[in-house]
C-alpha cells in the first residue's frame, strides 16, 4: 500500500508555484514504526496530556491546540465526601490557611489544612454576612485571626495565611487589611492571563484611603494567577482515591488530593466546578487563547480555594523540605509518615546490602522552622 502511494495536490487554485507536504508516521516503511507501534504510543498518551501533545507533534506531524479542562462531576465530589469530626483537623493535616471572596452583601470564607504533598482537607465554611463597606461587618471576621481549630492530637491550630480578595469593596479590603498582621493577613489580586513566570507574583505597593485620608504604597498587594491553580484545582479533583482495601493496606492518598468534609453542601460542591477552560479561537478559526468562564452563576467555593492555595504558596511550602515538615510533624508529636515500599528487586539480582547506620537509633536533626510555636499550635 505504501509503495503505491503518490502525492496528490489539494490545492484547489491555479497557483502550484508554492507547494506544501504533509507526512505523518502512518506512512513510515515497514522496520521504521509499525501501525501497532503507533497504537500502542496512542493508547499511552490517551490518559497523559505531555504524552499526547508529543504524539500529535511528533508522530502525526500536526500543530498541538491546547485542549479544553474537563470539569470534574459535583455530584462525584458529593458522594465522594469523607466524614471526620466536625471542624477538627485529620492527623496528616499539619497547618492552615483561609480564601476569602467578598461580595455584595457577605464574605465568605473556607479554611483549609494542608499536608506533606500538599493533601488538603476544607476544615470548615463560613459566611460572614452584612455589609462589607461598613465597619461592623470587619468586626466580625477579626475574631477569626486570633481563633484556633482542634487537631486530632489534641493540639489546636490557629491559622498561618489569611488570602483575601479585593477585586470589590477594594478600598474596604484594603483599610481592614492595613490594620492586621501583615505577615497573615494577605491582600490578592486575581489575574486571570496564563502569562506570569510564577503563580504569585508581588508585591506591590498600592494606596489606601481610610477616613478621608490617603496613604500612598499604604499596603503590599499581591497577584494571583487564578488560572494556574484552578487548573491546578481540576487536575487534584481527578485523582483517584484508594479502595478500603488499599487504605487498610497503608496505601496513602497521593500527593495534592482534594478532602472534602460532609459539612460540604450540595450547592458548595457546586460551586467548586462552576467554571470551565475553553478554548477562545480568532476569526480566521485559530487558537487565540484560553480562558475560563461560569456554567453557574455563583463560584465563591472555587475562588476561596484558589486564594487559600496562593496562600500556601506565599507560605513557601511548596518548596519545603523534607526537614520542615518533619518539624511541623514534632510539634504535633507525630510519627513521620512510612517510606513507599521499594518495588522488588529481579531475582535474578541480589538484593543491596541494608545501609550501615539503619537501625543505630540515632534521631536525626532537624533545622527549625521560621514560624513560633506558640503562634502555630496552641494546646
Known amino acids: 500500500m505504501l509503495a503505491k502511494g503518490q502525492w496528490r495536490a489539494t490545492d484547489e487554485t491555479d497557483d502550484h508555484t508554492t507547494r506544501g507536504y504533509h507526512l505523518s508516521a502512518l506512512y513510515s516503511p515497514i522496520g521504521w514504526l509499525s501501525w501497532a507501534d503507533i497504537a500502542k504510543q496512542w493508547e499511552e498518551a490517551a490518559i497523559d496530556a505531555d504524552r499526547r501533545k508529543a504524539f500529535i507533534n511528533t508522530v502525526l506531524g500536526e500543530e498541538y491546540e491546547e485542549e479544553a479542562e474537563a470539569v470534574p462531576d459535583w455530584q462525584r465530589l458529593y458522594e465522594r465526601r469523607e466524614p471526620w469530626p466536625h471542624h477538627t483537623i485529620p492527623e496528616r493535616g499539619l497547618f492552615l490557611t483561609a480564601g476569602a471572596d467578598i461580595q455584595a452583601d457577605r464574605i465568605e470564607i473556607d479554611v483549609w489544612a494542608w499536608g506533606r504533598g500538599l493533601e488538603c482537607w476544607l476544615i470548615e465554611h463560613i459566611v460572614v454576612d452584612g455589609d462589607p463597606g461598613r465597619a461592623e461587618t470587619w468586626a466580625k471576621v477579626d475574631p477569626l485571626l486570633t481563633r484556633t ?35 497573615t493577613v494577605l491582600p490578592v489580586r486575581g489575574y486571570a492571563a496564563y502569562d506570569r513566570l510564577v503563580p504569585v507574583s508581588g508585591p506591590t505597593k498600592v494606596e489606601v484611603l481610610i477616613d478621608g485620608r490617603k496613604y500612598k504604597r499604604g499596603l503590599n498587594l499581591w497577584t494571583v494567577s487564578t488560572s494556574f491553580f484552578k487548573k491546578e ?22 500527593a ?21 477552560q475553553v478554548i477562545v479561537r480568532n476569526r480566521r478559526g485559530f487558537q487565540a487563547r484560553t480562558e475560563w468562564r461560569l456554567l453557574r452563576p455563583r463560584n465563591e467555593a472555587l475562588d476561596c480555594l484558589v486564594y487559600a492555595r496562593a496562600a500556601v504558596w506565599l507560605a513557601g511550602a511548596d518548596r519545603w523540605n523534607e526537614a520542615r515538615w518533619r518539624n511541623l510533624e514534632e510539634q504535633l508529636g507525630l510519627e513521620p509518615p512510612a517510606p ?14 541494608p545501609a550501615g547506620n539503619i537501625g543505630t537509633g540515632a534521631a536525626p536533626r532537624y533545622s527549625p522552622i521560621t514560624w513560633p510555636t506558640s503562634r502555630l499550635y496552641r494546646r
Open 256 to 276: 495534592g488530593y482534594i478532602h472534602l468534609s460532609q459539612s460540604a453542601s450540595d450547592e458548595w460542591c457546586r460551586q467548586l466546578v462552576a467554571e470551565q
Open 340 to 353: 513507599a515500599p521499594p518495588p522488588p528487586a529481579p531475582e535474578s539480582e541480589p538484593q543491596p546490602p
Open 149 to 183: 481549630w482542634p487537631h486530632e492530637t489534641g493540639a489546636r491550630l490557629a491559622l498561618q495565611r489569611f488570602a483575601i480578595d479585593t477585586g470589590y469593596a477594594t478600598q474596604s479590603v484594603y483599610a481592614w487589611a492595613r490594620s492586621q498582621d501583615h505577615a
Open 233 to 254: 484545582i481540576y487536575k487534584r479533583l481527578g485523582l483517584t482515591k484508594p479502595t478500603n482495601e488499599q487504605l487498610v493496606d497503608g496505601i496513602a492518598f497521593p
